[in-house]
């Protein structure tokens, strides 16, 4: 943990509002390092990666003593310091030749760690002499290999290369911004037991010709390899504690939308809203305003309209014809 | 390599397992079957097979962009010429794949000493509304209070309605007019009071 003291003025302050965890965060920046054995193939390829990854990255010119499986600390030390916590740490010994490891952190924490060994083949960006991807583009990725779906260690490898060059996340993407594509392919697929089969990165360029057939709208698609090609082996691997992964996962519930409930469009994009109503109240309801309708008037049975009522039937009691009361009853 | 004819070559990809598409992130799944020997780094064809899955992939891919939604701008492109060009963005979709975040969520403020005692008090922030408000029957911007404060309309009337409590009292006679101004005059009492009172409390 470095030590934070309070801003003194504005700049700072800025500085470090930016590194705070945010409910919509930043792309993960990436950072090289070059651990104690690294070699010349190591650096060009590592320069090659972070030509991919740039404007989201740093890069280290000096080597550094770390051993990750070992202590990750200083790993976490630069995480923090940088503010990257996408961790690449080239090395190359006898037992793994050309190793790159892949750290990811979650809060400056080490989060996993997958070590990826470069097959002797490899070639750069500089082999094929050919127009290469520009700069900042999100790429567009291609995942073949049922592995990927199923496979715990492919998923890392999916889950790990898809945070790193994905980029940006955005709602609106520019058309003429889809030029790249990386792709990743299982060598092949395999049964339980036998060894992890390599993991073969590619990265291509796209053209794109106006077909007939697919009239005005869809372009038929070639591509041109522009490299890095590497081809990965798997070696060590460090999957996150489940605690450490269900706080990664969690979805800030702010940013979840809100069903609208009873507004419905139909085919034609027109809103529908239903509405539901409580029970009309019709005694007050406001009808016309009239000097005869006004509260004072109201006639409601036992008040002094019954009485006088009475009063009347009384005076016809006394009377020997009954009926032509039972008539004035019906009045 | 001599260039095919690309106008009439397909479009369309036919998989045996449909693929799987993750449009916010710009990325497709593929799970169909991948032979060994066609990847096997002494196959001298290794290469264009990779590169033919890859392509049909994009190109389902690439067929699923673009018959998304399309948004499109006149903004200037980001550009320093200043010309303003059509610009034609996608809407994607939110990612489906999850992947972890850089950081936890972000954890409310811990309330300051003000808005706990605050809480407690039941003191709501004022209104922020400016001293200015519309004024419909007039159509112009009128100070809420003040030189020709909207709270003083009633003191300029020529005739003023008297109130139907005030009706057939001893009341009844007072001007309503100056009755506002006394209203008005008392608040300013009350508030002085309340300042005094609160200054006290400290």
């Known amino acids: 943990m470095i030590r934070t003291v309070k801003p003194k003025n504005a700049r700072a302050k800025r500085a470090l509002e930016k590194k705070e965890a945010k409910l919509v965060e930043n792309t993960k920046q990436a950072l090289f390092i070059p651990g104690q054995t690294s070699n010349k193939a190591m650096h060009d390829i590592t320069v090659d990666l972070s030509a991919l990854k740039k404007p989201n990255m740093k890069r280290f010119n000096r080597k550094n003593e770390i051993r990750p499986f070992e202590d990750a600390s200083p790993l976490e030390f630069l995480s923090e310091k940088n503010d990257c916590s996408l961790l690449v740490l080239s090395s190359s010994s006898k037992k793994r030749r050309n190793n790159l490891t892949f750290v990811r952190t979650f809060g400056y924490k080490i989060y996993d760690m997958i070590e990826l060994q470069v097959a002797e083949n490899f070639k750069l960006l500089a082999d094929f002499h050919k127009e290469t991807f520009t700069l900042g583009l999100k790429p567009m990725m291609t995942f073949q290999g049922a592995a990927f779906d199923t496979h715990p260690v492919y998923q890392h490898v999916k889950s790990l290369f898809m945070d790193f060059f994905r980029g940006e996340t955005t709602t609106l993407q520019d058309v003429s911004g889809l030029q790249h594509v990386i792709s990743l392919t299982v060598c092949g697929d395999f049964q339980d037991g036998e060894p992890l089969p390599n993991v073969l990165f590619r990265v291509y360029k796209l053209k794109t010709y106006r077909s007939e057939q697919g009239g005005k709208k869809l372009p038929r698609v070639e591509l041109s390899e522009t490299g890095p090609r590497l081809d990965f082996k798997i070696g060590r691997i460090q999957t996150p504690s489940p605690d450490m992964a269900k706080e990664a996962m969690k979805r800030a519930k702010q940013l979840d939308v809100k069903m609208k409930k009873n507004v419905e469009l139909d085919s034609m994009g027109d809103k529908f809203g239903r509405i539901h109503m409580g029970k009309q109240d019709l005694q007050n309801m406001q009808t016309r305003k009239m000097k005869g309708l006004k509260s004072k008037f109201d006639q409601t049975p036992g008040s002094d309209d019954d009485e006088v009522y009475e009063d009347a039937e009384e005076s016809f009691v006394t009377a020997d014809d009954i009926e032509p009361a039972a008539k004035r009853q019906k009045n | ?202």
């Open chain 2, 1 to 202: 390599m001599s260039t095919p004819d690309y106008k009439s070559l397909p479009v369309t990809v036919d998989k045996p397992i449909p693929v799987v598409y993750d449009l916010g992130n710009l990325s497709v799944f593929d799970s169909n079957v991948l032979d060994r020997n066609d990847l096997d780094s002494s196959n001298a064809k290794r290469e264009e097979h990779i590169r033919a899955i890859t392509r049909d992939n994009t190109q389902l891919l690439i067929n699923q962009l673009l018959s998304l939604p399309i948004k499109t701008t006149t903004d200037a492109a980001g550009g320093t010429s200043g010309q303003s060009a059509n610009m034609a963005l996608l809407r994607l979709p939110e990612g489906t794949t999850e992947l972890p975040r850089e950081k936890p969520l972000p954890k409310a403020k811990a309330p300051t000493k003000w808005e706990k005692f605050a809480a407690k008090k039941g003191i709501k922030s004022k209104e922020k509304g400016g001293k200015m408000v519309f004024d419909e029957a007039s159509g112009e911007w009128v100070p809420k209070w003040g030189y020709k404060g909207n709270n003083k309309k009633l003191d300029s009337q020529w005739l003023v309605e008297v109130d139907d409590k005030v009706q057939n009292t001893a009341n009844e006679l007072i001007d309503p007019r100056s009755l506002n101004r006394q209203e008005r005059l008392k608040l300013i009492k009350k508030n002085e009071r309340q300042q005094k009172k609160n200054a006290r409390g400290m």
